[in-house]
C-alpha cells in the first residue's frame, strides 16, 4: 500500500467541512464528500502534452467564451488532489464546468512544464496547486492571486468554491 492511498483519504476525512454562507458561487453541500472515490484518482497525467493540452483548451475557451482554469500541480501533493476532489463535488463540477475550460498541468517535483507556467506570468511557482485563470486569448488576470489555493487542505470546500467564483465572468 502506498503512502497517498492511506494519507489522502485521512486528510479528506479531516478536512474542515462545514461552510459559512456563500457571497459569490454554487453552495457546496458537504455531505457529497462521501460520494467521491476513495482514493481519489490522480488529476495530473504525468505523460501528456500539457503544451499541447493547453492549447486544446484555449480553442475550446475561444469557441465558448468561456475563461480557461489552468491547475498546475502534483500527483504527490496533497493540496492538489483536495482541489481536484472538490472541484468534482457535483456542485462545483457543474459550476467550473458552466465557466470555465480547464486543463490541468503536472509540474512533477518543479521540474516538469515549468515554461508554461512562466508564459503566463508565474516566473517561479511559489507552490502548487498553482491556479491560472485566463481570457480566451491566453491573457492572464490573477498572476498575483496563483498561488491563493496551495492551501487547499486548510480550506473548506466553499471556500475554493468562493475563490473560483471571484474569476467568472
Not at 33 to 48: C, G, M, N
Not at 96 to 101: K, M, Q, S, T
Request: with cysteine; hydrophobic share 45%; net charge positive.
Amino acid at each position: 500500500m502506498r503512502w497517498r492511498d492511506v494519507i489522502v483519504p485521512l486528510v479528506l476525512t479531516l478536512l474542515p467541512l462545514t461552510a459559512e454562507p456563500a457571497q459569490y458561487g454554487p453552495r457546496v453541500r458537504t455531505a457529497n464528500v462521501a460520494s467521491l472515490p476513495t482514493p481519489l484518482p490522480y488529476p495530473y497525467d504525468e505523460k501528456a502534452d500539457a503544451g499541447a493540452r493547453v492549447a486544446e483548451a484555449f480553442s475550446r475557451a475561444k469557441n465558448s467564451g468561456k475563461r480557461v482554469l489552468i491547475d498546475f500541480g502534483g500527483n504527490w501533493c496533497p493540496d492538489c488532489r483536495i482541489l481536484a476532489g472538490v472541484m468534482k463535488l457535483p456542485e462545483v463540477k457543474s459550476y467550473v464546468a458552466a465557466h470555465y475550460e480547464v486543463v490541468t498541468v503536472d509540474v512533477g517535483r518543479f521540474d516538469r512544464n515549468l515554461p508554461l507556467a512562466a508564459r503566463f506570468g508565474i516566473v517561479k511557482l511559489a507552490g502548487v496547486p498553482t491556479v491560472v485563470i485566463a481570457e480566451p486569448d491566453g491573457t492572464p488576470l490573477n498572476v498575483t492571486n496563483s498561488a491563493d489555493l496551495t492551501n487547499a487542505r486548510e480550506m473548506n470546500p466553499q471556500l475554493i468554491a468562493d475563490w473560483l467564483a471571484r474569476w467568472v465572468k
